[in-house]
């Protein structure tokens, strides 16, 4: 399958109308997530993904997510790939990522 993005420090590709595949390497993804997670690339056990949902109102899913103990790991910030993005550690230590599409 050809990637639908291939720039240094990310790659993806369109698994189907609605879904895409982003894949990064453990230097991007520590860019992103901080102090606030063990650098994936130091040991097992680590999050090595996360889960990247696009939605309709960034400040209430923001909100929510703070109200159901979610673990802040980055704040809604505008990303050089044209999001608005906030992420998350869910209750188990899973990254989860709220995403609103700046060019839409």
């Not at 939605?55 to 790939?81: Q, T």
Request: hydrophobic content about 40%; glycine content about 8%.
């Amino acid at each position: 399958m050809e990637p639908i993005l291939n720039v240094p420090g990310m790659s993806e590709f369109q698994l189907n109308e609605t879904t895409k595949l982003g894949l990064m390497p453990n230097l991007g993804i520590q860019k992103i997530l901080h102090d606030k997670v063990p650098n994936p690339a130091s040991g097992n056990g680590i999050p090595r993904c996360e889960l990247y949902l696009f939605v309709e109102n960034l400040e209430e899913a923001f909100e929510n997510a703070m109200n159901c103990g979610a673990k802040l790991i980055s704040p809604m910030e505008e990303r050089s790939w044209g999001d608005r993005v906030c992420y998350f550690a869910d209750l188990d230590g899973h990254i989860i990522a709220f995403a609103k599409s700046l060019n839409s």
